[in-house]
């Protein structure tokens, strides 16, 4: 799985202004990057992130629905309460 990114190396012959070698080190970077980012996509984290929060949501209706119930019916026994 991680061959992908394992296998970039820089290829770039020595200069005396090292413009050179700083544009290797940003294709390696680039290469590593573009490998992570492949392999993201892959593993279908996005939509693992996705269903996640969506059942993060579906979990906190049920609590929300209950307090917001406990809510109306504190308000509610005490406008009877008063009667």
Avoid: C, H
């Avoid at 979990?59 to 109306?72: D, E, K, N, R, V």
């Amino acid at each position: 799985m991680a061959s992908e990114i394992v296998g970039a190396t820089a290829q770039v012959s020595p200069s005396t202004d090292g413009r050179a070698s700083r544009a290797g080190e940003a294709g390696v970077w680039l290469d590593t990057l573009s490998g992570f980012w492949t392999k993201l996509n892959n593993d279908w984290i996005f939509n693992l992130a996705g269903l996640l929060a969506y059942n993060l949501l579906m979990a906190l209706f049920p609590l929300l629905l209950l307090l917001l119930a406990g809510w109306l019916w504190g308000r509610v026994a005490g406008a009877l309460a008063t009667r």
